[in-house]
């Protein structure tokens, strides 16, 4: 059962927006240029430094789940740029629906990463609040927040907070989900809404490549920023390890989307450089050779490289975003060390607004078995 | 004789199935070079090929919707579900399509699919790795229900559950899935899918459990019998349909009952246990049926699954309230 596929169907290698090289020289671009026009050095500089910390808090992350103070761990490893470019083009009243993997993201719109250890660590299920930080609660379920951002956007739509021209009143949301996670009825289905309705979405896939171990073609035979064509919006494939590219792709994507123009699928082309979790096992169904190949792609070495190629940082810069680095691990891992697990009876603390009588008797009923043994041991 | 846990035992039973029959497809995300999460399925795609062992784009529904239209067509699909909470998207087409065919046909469509899913906490996960839905499953007419507990039952509930022409959601323990234990692969069952086992004879109480739980029963009875009490363990196997000809002998004699389940307690399968001995057994039983069960919340975060979840305290707890009449 082979499918052939005609010749003349093949399409040819998509464009692909870059405006950094992989060493990190900086290429004109002749519509992009404009969008990053008003970037400066220090604007470089402090992404440059959101990439290596991102990196950094995902290290030291994936070292405490080996000493078992982690459950789990998704690693972000290399998609650093996709993810620092894209947040840094949200503007602070822009909401974010991420999957689990958004780590950079977050730490861009300010949640405490030791928050997002808490949730690997098993102590709670989301502790950050996505009202002060716009940034969402992650979602495990694959493709499920697509349809969350579509109707968040649709609110924002009908609260007239797009098309003012004010640029601190009109909002953009954005939804951050995987290649895996097009083939779900859910995503498409959120495509769908977004365009019919016209919301005020931006559909950010990074494309990684792999879906744990099924690699892109098991979920696609077009490349996937041309699937927003078939739903009626924009899709547009910017290189996700260049951060200047991801940032100009997607300040023009959510601008679209504040202004009032609809939604805009972006699809980020990256690689997921490590396993897929820390239960992963990616030498099961991968070739090194791969991971070499994108090594040379590195989204944090080229900037370096475009940074001291063009006199923008110095030796002292560099060494300054390190120790910055490696205080924020020293903390990090004291504070995740140091989280308190949760009390038996917090399970029932949430389910409902209101406990419920049959919640509140089953809370006695546990308290009073766990009472018991206390009693035993004191006797 | 062969030592094999869980995983590997119906890794085994799936081989078998695929051996003896064609037209048996194994699908799912992950399923193929990977051998899926839990290398249930390793080695399969390599020595069957990928027309029978696919690596499916990541769409639930489209897992049982195709399966659906593959089953049609003659072949007998078996769908792994990755872990137990994402067989939610997949739920519509389980529920209104799989399993009404039969019934809505008039007889005519046959739907002999397997879903796979392996189901339960206590292994430390992240959200939605760690539920129990059987009852979800159970309570919908045209599904079987089955779960298997030990690697002897999983290498022929998975064979049996393949053989059969009816629908069958496959519960999988996954917390027990590396349980080793000696399996005779080219003897016979020695029991119909759809019945309950004794795992253990005993005469003080009856402790009626299925999938992860039996083993904690087991234990519980193990302690037990360090004090002087004799508990028998039951294995219920099938939750649909539920086979109780063995709770009903052993409480006529016991006149004492627990049940016991990960799964929360309101409207679970422990309350149609209940119900059904209250019906058959009535003048029997010294004490109402008691339930060990989750609690009724969403399945918490993996710092205190252990509290949430039965353990053999909780179970012996029970046991104690039972005598306690
Ligand atoms: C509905 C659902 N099915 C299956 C899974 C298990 N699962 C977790 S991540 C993953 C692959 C996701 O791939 P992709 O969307 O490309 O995102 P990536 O992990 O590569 O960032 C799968 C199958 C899930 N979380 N949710
Ligand atoms: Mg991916």
């Known amino acids: 059962m082979t499918v052939e596929t005609a010749a003349e169907a093949t399409p040819p290698e998509p464009e692909l927006v870059q405006l950094l090289t992989p060493e990190g020289e900086r290429v004109p671009h002749e519509h992009y240029d ?15 430094r959101d990439l290596v910390l991102g990196r950094r808090v995902d290290g030291e992350a994936v070292a405490l789940q080996r000493q078992g103070e982690l459950g789990l761990w998704a690693s972000l490893l290399g998609q650093e740029a996709a993810q620092v470019g894209s947040a840094r083009a949200l503007r602070a009243q822009d909401h974010v629906f991420p999957t689990y993997r958004e780590h950079a993201v977050a730490l861009c719109r300010g949640v405490d990463p030791v928050k997002l250890l808490a949730l690997f ?28 951002a579509t109707g968040y956007a649709m609110g924002v739509q009908r609260d007239g907070a797009i098309g003012t021209g004010d640029p601190d009143r009109d909002t953009a949301v954005i939804a951050y989900f995987g290649d895996g996670a097009t083939s779900q009825g859910d995503v498409n289905e959120a495509f769908i809404w977004a365009s019919v309705v016209n919301a005020p979405v931006v559909f950010f896939c990074q494309n990684n490549q792999w879906a744990i171990s099924e690699p892109l073609e098991r979920q696609t035979r077009v490349p996937l920023y041309r699937r927003a064509a078939g739903f009626g919006f924009p899709g547009v494939r910017v290189d996700g390890n260049d951060v200047l590219a991801c940032l100009a792709v997607s300040r023009e994507a959510l601008q679209r989307a504040r202004d009032g123009e609809g939604p805009t699928l972006v699809e980020a082309f990256t690689y997921r450089m490590g396993a897929h979790t820390t239960t ?86 546990m308290t009073t078995y766990l009472d018991s043994f206390a009693e035993e041991v004191a006797r | 004789m062969t030592a094999l846990n869980i995983t590997k035992a119906i890794n085994a039973g799936l081989r078998r199935s695929m051996e003896s029959d064609a037209k048996v497809l194994v699908m799912g995300e992950d399923v193929g070079k990977l051998g899926g999460v839990f290398r249930v399925t390793d080695g399969l795609q390599k020595d069957f090929g990928e027309d029978r062992v696919i690596d499916t784009p990541l769409a639930e529904s489209g897992i049982i919707g195709t399966a659906v239209g593959l089953a049609l067509r003659g072949y007998r699909p078996v769908c792994e579900i990755q872990f137990d909470g994402f067989v939610f998207p997949g739920y519509d087409q389980i529920v209104n399509q799989v399993a009404k065919m039969h019934f809505r046909s008039g007889g005519r469509l046959r739907l002999p699919i397997v879903i796979r899913i392996p189901y339960g906490g206590s292994i430390g996960a992240v959200e939605h790795h760690s539920e129990s839905p059987e009852a979800t499953f159970a309570h919908i007419p045209g599904l079987k229900v089955v779960t298997c507990s030990n690697p002897l039952d999983a290498y022929w509930m998975i064979q049996q559950a393949i053989q059969l022409d009816d629908p069958v959601v496959f519960f999988e323990p996954k917390r027990r899935y590396y349980e080793k234990a000696e399996v005779d692969v080219d003897g016979e069952p020695d029991l119909p899918l759809e019945s309950a086992r004794v795992a253990l004879p005993g005469t003080d109480a009856t402790v009626a459990a299925y999938g992860p739980m039996v083993k904690t029963c087991l234990d519980a009875a193990a302690a037990a019998s360090d004090d002087g009490r004799s508990l028998e363990v039951i294995d219920l196997r099938s939750l649909s349909p539920l086979d109780l000809r063995a709770v009903y002998d052993s409480v006529r004699r016991t006149g004492r009952l627990v049940v016991v389940h990960e799964a929360h307690r309101t409207l679970g399968v422990g309350a149609e246990v209940a119900a059904r001995v209250t019906e058959e057994c009535f003048y029997s039983l010294e004490a109402p049926v008691q339930r060990v069960t989750g609690y009724d919340t969403p399945y918490p975060p993996a710092r205190v699954e252990e509290e949430y979840l039965p353990d053999l305290d909780r179970v012996l707890d029970a046991v104690d309230r039972t005598f306690a009449y």
């Open chain 1, 34 to 48: 404009s969008l990053i026009a008003d970037v400066t050095g220090d604007d470089i500089r402090a992404m440059y």
């Open chain 1, 121 to 148: 660590r098993g102590v709670d299920q989301g502790s950050w609040d996505p009202d002060e930080t716009r940034f969402h609660l992650y979602t495990i379920v694959i493709g499920a927040q697509t349809l969350h």
């Open chain 1, 280 to 365: 992963d096992d990616p030498t099961r169904y991968r070739l090194n050779a791969e991971l070499e190949h994108w090594k040379l792609k590195d989204p944090i070495e080229r900037v370096k490289a475009h940074m001291v190629r063009s006199d923008l940082a110095d030796q002292a810069f560099f060494d300054s975003v390190e120790q910055d680095a490696e205080e924020l691990a020293v903390n990090l891992r004291a504070a995740c060390r140091a989280l308190p697990d949760p009390a038996p009876t917090s399970i029932f603390d949430h389910v409902y607004v209101e406990p419920t009588p049959d919640l509140v008797a089953q809370r006695e009923a």
